[in-house]
């Protein structure tokens, strides 16, 4: 997922967007229980990020 941003917005830079190819997003990683139907942590990371970067340390700040 990519969210669309303005042509300035910090830490936007040019990555994946399949909706308007060429512009400025983020990538985001978030994660959800769906148990109890509730955010429990995440990151706006900047658009040209890896899609699993970060994801051990996401994985390691749930389980703590």
Known sequence: MCGQRGRSQEGAVKGYNPKKLGNNCYNI???????????????????????SNGAAELIKEIMA
Request: a negative charge.
């Open 29 to 51: 990683q978030f994660a959800f229980c769906d148990e109890i139907k509730a955010y429990l942590t995440g990151y706006v990371r900047s658009g040209d990020t890896y899609t």
